[in-house]
């Protein structure tokens, strides 16, 4: 099962919550506060298109910078 991250507006903490995938999107309750936790974007999916495509432009070092695309 993924690993999802949830961040709370109201105590504005990050948590980690592992679901199955259909329950994905369904917010949970922080368990800090108790208030609404959404699902926040990871750095780990936030940046896997961009290192599983390959693509370089060639203008650096790292696969996909500013200047790409």
Same mark, same amino acid.
């Given at each position: 099962?993924?690993?999802?991250?949830?961040? +709370? %507006?109201? !105590?504005?903490l990050k948590? @980690? &919550?592992?679901?199955?995938?259909?329950?994905?999107?369904?917010?949970?309750? +922080? %368990?800090? !506060?108790?208030?609404?936790? @959404? &699902?926040?974007?990871?750095?780990?999916?936030?940046?896997?298109?961009?290192?599983?495509?390959?693509s370089s432009?060639?203008?650096?070092?790292?696969?996909?910078?500013?200047?790409?695309?």
């Amino acid at each position: 099962m993924p690993l999802y991250e949830y961040y +709370c %507006p109201d !105590c504005k903490l990050k948590t @980690e &919550r592992i679901k199955p995938i259909e329950q994905h999107s369904r917010a949970i309750n +922080c %368990p800090f !506060c108790g208030h609404k936790a @959404e &699902r926040a974007l990871s750095v780990t999916a936030r940046y896997s298109n961009e290192i599983n495509d390959g693509s370089s432009c060639g203008a650096c070092s790292t696969i996909s910078c500013g200047s790409c695309r």
